[in-house]
């Protein structure tokens, strides 16, 4: 007799009850401190609540005690591990709405800075779903090479991870010659690592037994909640701001967008094509970053005589952007003071997460873990 | 810089003008988005007409508290993902009985950014499924983006030293934790 039917005689017989468990708030792979109620029986999970708020400092109440360029600072601190994107999309949507127009190479070292930043994100990203799945290995291996792009960001700002690089009216300093030869080097090299990458964990026959047609997202429930980036895009989305409502240089660009598909052998939308979406990112990254390096032109990095920003009473503007996690959104009222009247944060992975008991029912419990790794969330944003 | 799509809503805004009339009270131009003002009895009612039209992607709801005028805006921004378009709806509220109803029916979304909306800013969203705090915890008093929020002195023992502004005379700790 097999292990499969034997098992299948052993739960006739086995009478289980409903059980509430509480996973985290403190829990390695909650990746922060989410705290998610299950309701599971046996091994199959009923529900799952995700429980947020531990995190919140309630950073948009800060920014309305704060001049506009003040709130910099405070933007880095949401999504810790991709801070660049955070800057850029609040000054994105203050030079909105005061109408500031930057200049040139400012727009350049900013796709920069946040491609590289995406970057360092999306190995974070990829090392700690191979730990979530039980590989140790490629942890090591992404860090080894985000500590490469963490160094050149250090180079330009001189902080690792909170950067408030990128100001109101443009970036806060030019790139140095050491600098752009020390980016053409990564540039050369890193496409060979995400080979290794792809041998090392994506291709990976026990990984992708792991992740394979777990916790599948279909497109309409995604767009439904909101999921947005790689998440959505897992699910065979094509949708991405840089490509639909293009800012910044994304028009003058060309790269693809990636998208789930089925070529693992699974259905579009579990586990395995939302991270491998993101390693396809990596590739669109590098074509992208090799494209500004080319293109780069050279001028002011910072708007002249910026004064005071202080825009018109009941001025208002949404801006998005694509951060790694998805879109990121500043909505930016004014009142006609040196101060906003109100600042929302729309964070990608406060939709994302929400998604979370749509896919979890019916899966097993320890696909859990590998589900919630594959949305790649962040609690500091979630919480902001 | 302005979205290149800020002016998609057009269109739609002029159609939703002639479906309610004087319920529409304004359609105006920011620079990102086409806003489109409307009465709060109509409020699901605007949405569900968008959401019909193809504007799948509820992409956030958010209140401003103007506590001079003693109203709230209730603003969503909704995006069609298939058509590129987007657009802004907003309403004005009285801000000491500021509810709207609820447009958790129509997308999943709404469930999570209203709860965020009635924890921070107070809104009360009428027909909504699970209308508790998510951020705070649930027996926080007040909500943090309300002009004239202030913030506790304690919670549960811990000292809130942002409010303590004499710092001589402050209360003492309660006995009970």
């Known amino acids: 007799m097999n292990i499969a039917s034997s098992a299948a005689r052993i739960e006739q017989d086995v009478k289980t009850d409903e059980l509430v468990i509480n996973m985290g ?77 930057i200049p040139p190479r400012a727009e350049y070292l900013r796709v920069i800075v946040t491609e590289l930043n995406r970057i360092a994100s999306h190995l974070l990203a990829f090392g700690t779903y191979g730990l979530d799945t039980g590989a140790i290995t490629p942890f090591l291996y992404g860090f080894r090479e985000r500590e490469l792009v963490l160094d050149l960001l250090e180079m330009l700002c001189g902080a690792r991870l909170t950067y408030s690089y990128i100001r109101i009216g443009g970036v806060d300093g030019d790139v140095t010659p050491d600098f752009m030869s020390k980016l053409k080097e990564f540039i050369d090299l890193f496409p060979k690592k995400i080979r290794e990458y792809n041998k090392l964990l994506t291709f990976n026959h026990i990984f992708m037994k792991r992740t394979t047609g777990v916790g599948v997202l279909p497109p309409d429930v995604a767009i439904a909640y909101g999921v947005t980036g790689p998440s959505l895009r897992g699910s065979g989305v094509k949708r991405d701001v840089r490509r639909d409502d293009p800012y910044s240089i994304y028009d003058k660009l060309e790269f693809d967008v ?3 598909t089925t070529q693992h052998g699974g259905p579009i939308g579990d586990c395995w ?50 951060n790694a996690r998805g879109e990121l959104a500043f909505y930016v009222v004014s009142d006609g003071t040196m101060t906003p009247a109100r600042v929302k944060v729309r964070a990608p992975s406060f939709s994302n997460i929400s998604v979370l008991p749509e896919i979890v029912r019916g899966q097993m419990i320890a696909d859990v873990v590998a589900i919630i790794g594959s949305l790649d969330i962040v609690l500091g944003e979630i919480d902001r | 810089m302005p979205s290149t799509l800020a002016a998609t809503g057009q269109s739609i805004a002029g159609r939703a003008k002639s479906q309610f009339g ?82 958790a029916p129509l997308w999943s979304a709404a469930n999570w950014h209203e709860r965020e909306c009635f924890d921070l800013s107070g809104v009360t969203f009428d027909g909504h499924p699970d209308l508790r705090r998510i951020l705070c915890p649930d027996d926080w008093v007040g909500h943090a983006l309300r002009k004239d929020y202030k913030a506790p002195d304690h919670y549960h023992g811990i000292v809130n030293n942002v409010n303590l502004i004499d710092l001589d005379n402050r209360q003492p700790l309660p006995d009970t934790v």
Not at chain 1, 54 to 71: D, P, Q, S, T, V
Not at chain 1, 293 to 309: A, F, N
Not at chain 2, 71 to 85: A, I
């Open chain 1, 25 to 101: 708030p403190q829990h390695p792979s909650t990746h922060g401190v989410l705290r998610v109620i299950l309701k599971v029986d046996g091994e199959i999970c009923l529900d799952a609540q995700p429980d947020i708020g531990y995190l919140h400092r309630c950073a948009e109440k800060i920014a309305e005690n704060l001049i506009y360029g003040m709130f910099v600072p405070y933007t880095d601190r949401m999504d810790y591990v991709s801070g660049m994107g955070c800057n850029l999309g609040y000054c994105m949507a203050v030079e909105t709405v005061a109408g500031i127009q």
């Open chain 1, 273 to 322: 094509n939302r991270y491998h979406v993101r390693m396809r990112e990596l590739e669109e990254c590098v074509k992208i970053l090799q494209q500004c390096v080319q293109m780069m032109p050279p001028g002011p990095i910072m708007v002249e005589k910026l004064g005071r920003v202080k825009p018109a009473a009941k001025a208002e503007a949404y801006t998005r952007m694509e």
């Open chain 2, 22 to 103: 004087e319920k529409i009270l304004a359609v105006e131009q920011s620079p990102s988005d086409v806003v489109l003002k409307v009465d709060p009895t109509v409020w699901r009612a605007v949405h569900q007409f968008l959401k019909d039209d193809g504007f799948d992607l509820l992409h956030s709801v958010s209140a401003v508290d103007w506590i001079k005028d003693g109203r709230c805006w209730v603003v969503t921004h909704l995006f069609d993902t298939k058509h590129l378009m987007r657009i802004s709806v907003k309403t004005e509220v009285p801000r000491d009985a500021a509810r709207v109803d609820s447009l």
């Open chain 1, 258 to 260: 990636p998208v789930g």
